[in-house]
């Protein structure tokens, strides 16, 4: 289902999940990311033979990432688009794509082997780890309606908890080409708290891992 919020141009303010606030400012939509169409838009690369982005490199693993080109890397988009979950959440201004979050069960993505970003316990949490935003939409709280949605589509799938591994940059500019991992103040604007630093260094910032604790039923993956 989609998720839908109100966002001025600086939110400041927690939503609950579902939450429509009229701030006057404009309305967003944050849907699953089930049409491949709109997740090349986003996050799809200029040229079509190109190895990079579509954000894969976290979600299937790093031998496959590497080797898939153009076509071929397209069509794995569209085939994770038609699985369950899909490989992220879309926000949609007057059903335009505005903006891409990625989020997934840890165990599904890379992270699950990933030794510079911690294990803190067993649940099976979901990981938030990438965001874009569409030049022109910048700065209009397209990120902050993106978690709030990543966290409420987390929440209906049944997750414990949802964690993302931004920067902690004290409030200093980040790299453009290094802002998608978020930041700790974006994340902490959602509700998360820092939960355990990692060996993860980007643009010069320490990246933080940051929890949710949605509140779901507890599942551990080790015997007692």
Partial sequence: MPWTCCAASSPSLPRDVGDVRHTGRMTIEVRPATVFDDVATLVGPKKPTSNVCFCLSYRIGSKENVALKGHARAERVRELCH???PPGVIAYLDGEPVGWAAVHPRNATSFARNRLIPHIDDLDVWSL??????PGYRKQGISHALIEGAVAYAKERGAPAIE????DNGGEKVNLTMAYVGTRSLFEGAGFVKAADTG?????FPRV?????LGASRKSSKKA
Avoid: A, H, N, T
């Avoid at 993302?164 to 920067?167: D, L």
């Avoid at 993860?200 to 010069?204: A, P």
């Avoid at 891992?209 to 604790?213: G, N, P």
């Fill in 83 to 85: 699985q369950d979950p």
């Fill in 129 to 134: 780890w990438c965001f874009r935003v569409r």
């Fill in 200 to 204: 993860s260094v980007l643009d010069g």
């Fill in 164 to 167: 993302g591994y931004p920067v």
């Fill in 209 to 213: 891992l940051m929890r949710l604790d």
